[in-house]
Structure formats: C-alpha cells, structure tokens
C-alpha cells in the first residue's frame, strides 16, 4: 500500500509545487493578477503554470502572492474539504529541490 504524503498549510513551501492548482493574487506585474492554473513547473525564480486554455505561462516569485488549493486527500488527516493557503512569492525563492530538503531538517528538529 503506497503511503500518501500529508500537507499542512504551515509546512506547504516545503513542499513539491507541482500539481497543484494555484491563482496569482497579486504582482508587481498587474497583467499577472488573477492567473489561475496548475503548477506543471518550477525554477529557483519561477512557477510555469498550465491554464485551462492549456497555455504555460511563467509567473515569477519575487513580487507575487499566491494562493494554492491542496486538495483534501493531500490535507490534514480528518479534513473533508480542500484547503486554501495563501503564500509570499519570496519564501518560495530557492531551487525547489533544496527548498524539498528543508522539510526534512524541520521534521527532525521540529
């Protein structure tokens, strides 16, 4: 049986991004806000995100706010509904994969 991985809001920027939905809320760029989509990539500066028009866009990190839904199979033991999270685009400044590895110190000292 194949364990899942359990996201809380509080630990989700050390989390893989990718595949999960996510709406730009604010930027230093305007024409950015109200972006929706899912996260299909991620670089040290930004996130490439697929709309429903099927359109990769790259929305940089620096500047931005994001909200993303972590859906309820991916919550909070117990949770019924999705969960919303709203995060600064600057903590999400690293290569994910180091930013990944952080999970993993806050778990053993945490």
Known sequence: MKSKVEILPSTLIYHELIGLEVLVIHSTNPALIGI????IDETKNMLIIENSKSRELKIPKAGSE??????????????RSDTFVKIQGNLLLSQPENRIKNIKKLRKWG
């Open 66 to 79: 994001f909200v993303f839904r972590i859906p309820a199979e991916l919550s909070e033991k117990g949770r």
């Open 36 to 39: 929706r989509g899912r996260v």
